[in-house]
């Protein structure tokens, strides 16, 4: 469905101060954000280390928006059942790439009336995702290599974008598509275009002068 609207907007506490993340939490809340994206880092999967499910939960208690968590980790199965455990945790997305059995850990988010999430990196061609489309709620399009914030976008992501709404319309399919990396207003409005329906957002919005102005600017 190209050409929609406006967008639901993720800011990725990963950009925030986490010395003062309850307050950074409080502010994007506040601020208009639609979710929480919370970027979880093994140090394995990705080359760096962010944190677990206690900030998660930390973050928890200063928001009443759902908390959409990214698991860059590998073996996110042995995890998901803490992440989905902590009170305002509505998505759990884990990677086509990690060592598990994606179509399971999609199956067992779900089960446990979640919402689920597929996410894949920049090098992964969506055809890989193919035999799991159903059994996720959210397709999480990587549009920089997982990692770090602060990365310049990847344009030639877009491609994969519309072909994920392409194919969602084919198959009947209502997952949203969410990007992740790089996102400002110009990159939301591209990736807007090509059929994404949530931006995440770290440096953009933690580093705005305005945070509010910056979510309404990436929101349509
Ligand atoms: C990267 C993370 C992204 C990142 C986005 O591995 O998954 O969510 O924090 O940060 P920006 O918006 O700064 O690219
Ligand atoms: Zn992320």
Same mark, same amino acid.
């Given at each position: 469905?190209?050409?929609? &609207?406006?967008?639901?907007?993720? +800011?990725?506490?990963?950009?925030?101060?986490?010395?003062?993340?309850?307050?950074?939490?409080?502010?994007?809340?506040?601020?208009?954000?639609?979710?929480?994206?919370? @970027?979880?880092?093994?140090?394995?999967?990705? *080359?760096?280390?962010?944190?677990?499910? *206690?900030?998660?939960?930390?973050?928890?208690?200063?928001?009443?928006?759902?908390?959409?968590?990214?698991?860059?980790?590998?073996? +996110?199965? =042995?995890?998901?059942?803490? !992440?989905?455990?902590?009170?305002?945790?509505?998505?759990?997305?884990?990677?086509?790439?990690?060592?598990?059995?994606?179509?399971?850990?999609? #199956?067992?988010?779900?089960?446990?009336?979640?919402?689920?999430?597929?996410?894949?990196? +920049?090098?992964?061609?969506?055809?890989?995702?193919?035999?799991? /489309?159903?059994? /996720?709620?959210?397709?999480?399009?990587?549009?920089?290599?997982?990692?770090?914030?602060?990365? *310049?976008?990847?344009?030639?992501?877009?491609?994969?974008?519309?072909?994920?709404?392409?194919? =969602? &319309?084919?198959?009947?399919?209502? !997952?949203?598509?969410?990007?992740?990396?790089?996102? #400002? *207003?110009?990159?939301?409005?591209?990736? =807007?275009?090509?059929?994404?329906?949530?931006?995440?957002?770290?440096?953009?919005? /933690?580093?705005?002068? @305005?945070?509010?102005?910056?979510?309404?600017?990436?929101?349509?």
């Amino acid at each position: 469905m190209p050409g929609r &609207t406006t967008s639901l907007i993720a +800011p990725s506490i990963l950009a925030s101060d986490f010395a003062r993340l309850g307050v950074e939490v409080e502010s994007v809340t506040i601020a208009g954000a639609d979710w929480i994206h919370c @970027d979880v880092m093994d140090g394995d999967f990705v *080359p760096n280390i962010s944190f677990g499910a *206690p900030i998660v939960e930390a973050a928890s208690r200063h928001t009443a928006l759902p908390l959409d968590v990214h698991l860059m980790i590998q073996r +996110p199965d =042995r995890y998901i059942e803490q !992440f989905m455990a902590v009170k305002g945790v509505a998505s759990v997305t884990s990677h086509l790439e990690a060592n598990h059995d994606a179509g399971i850990t999609l #199956d067992r988010v779900r089960a446990a009336g979640k919402k689920a999430g597929l996410s894949i990196k +920049p090098g992964t061609p969506l055809d890989q995702a193919r035999e799991l /489309f159903g059994r /996720f709620d959210i397709l999480l399009i990587m549009t920089v290599e997982p990692g770090f914030g602060g990365q *310049p976008f990847m344009t030639d992501m877009l491609g994969k974008i519309s072909e994920a709404d392409r194919l =969602r &319309t084919d198959l009947g399919l209502g !997952f949203l598509i969410e990007v992740d990396g790089g996102i #400002d *207003p110009k990159t939301a409005a591209l990736c =807007r275009e090509a059929g994404a329906d949530v931006m995440v957002a770290g440096t953009s919005v /933690f580093k705005a002068a @305005d945070r509010a102005v910056e979510i309404r600017a990436m929101r349509e």
